[in-house]
């Protein structure tokens, strides 16, 4: 889930399935509705109904978007750092966009960062209290979160490409960080749990 602008929704990945969703949206409307954003919006692939709490709220849209193979074809390459790929940055417009992202692990400046500074161990990228604006814990993130991701790179890689022959590559920096993490499994609390002291 991520807090949008007044100009520009939140958006996310697919919340549904995330059993403190109802949480998330009261905490996002407590916290930023209508000081910091016009509307709160969550993106859902349809497969799942959204919780019936949630049903009904003005200030809540929701974008359907069913799952089709087209969309799967040219999905981004997910697990090949441009970094590594020898590819160009460029700037992102997600968290212009979306503004921080709530998920499951605490705020991060976007809900692919999010992801990434957990599989990569950067904690200065996730916090539990509402960033406030210029927030030092989101400083460097574009030096390194996005030379992880691919939305990061000026031309963005896809599934389609030929070179992969529809498959899902990765590349070193993600493949050192997985084994990383098989081997010792970071304790990320969830957000709302205590974290181990």
């Known amino acids: 889930m991520g807090a949008g602008s007044p100009k520009f929704p939140s958006l996310g990945g697919e919340p549904t399935l995330h059993p403190l969703l109802t949480q998330f949206i009261d905490t996002l409307h407590d916290r930023l509705y209508p000081k910091h954003v016009a509307h709160l919006q969550i993106d859902t692939n349809a497969l799942l ?17 069913r799952p089709n193979s087209k969309a799967k074809k040219n999905h981004r390459c997910q697990w090949l750092a ?18 921080y992202c709530l998920g499951a692990f605490g705020y ?36 390194l979160l996005c030379s992880l991701c691919q939305r990061g790179a000026k031309t963005q890689l896809k599934i389609s490409d030929p070179a992969f022959k529809g498959k899902s590559p990765i590349s070193p920096s993600f493949q050192t960080a997985l084994d990383r993490w098989h081997e010792n499994p970071p304790k990320w609390p969830r957000f709302g749990e205590e974290p181990d002291l």
């Not at 109904?49 to 978007?65: H, K, T």
């Open 108 to 143: 991060s400046p976007c809900g692919a960062g999010g992801a990434i500074a957990r599989l990569f161990n950067f904690p200065q990228f996730l916090t539990r209290d509402y960033p406030a604006e210029g927030d030092t814990h989101f400083r460097d993130f574009r030096e």
């Open 82 to 99: 441009p970094i590594d790929m020898g590819q160009e940055l460029a700037y992102c417009q997600i968290p212009r966009m979306c503004g």
């Open 49 to 65: 109904p959204l919780p019936e709490a949630l049903r009904g709220r003005p200030y809540l849209r929701v974008v359907r978007n």
